[in-house]
């Protein structure tokens, strides 16, 4: 017998608006230039903001990995830069 995912509450759908809007802003050509200035890779802001989705989805698998990749690339870049 499969489980069905429960229906989303008001505030859940909230924050998928919220995240979609942060996947929009990232993707806009205008702030990743802003971004990228301040030596933000804007690929490693869209997993890391990925992970953040699956951990608020439950997905702790999924977080892990998102966030995990994000984390290692900041901090091998950060290392190379130092």
Request: cysteine-free.
């Amino acid at each position: 017998m499969s489980e069905e995912a429960p229906e989303k509450g008001r505030g859940l759908r909230e924050l998928d608006e919220a995240m979609d809007g942060l996947d929009a802003l990232l993707a806009n050509n205008e702030i990743g230039a802003e971004l990228s200035a301040r030596g933000v890779n804007v690929s490693l802001a869209l997993t890391a903001a990925a992970g953040l989705r699956a951990y608020l989805h439950g997905d702790k698998v999924g977080a892990i990995e998102d966030l995990g990749t994000a984390v290692e690339e900041i901090a091998s870049r950060a290392g190379s830069k130092a």
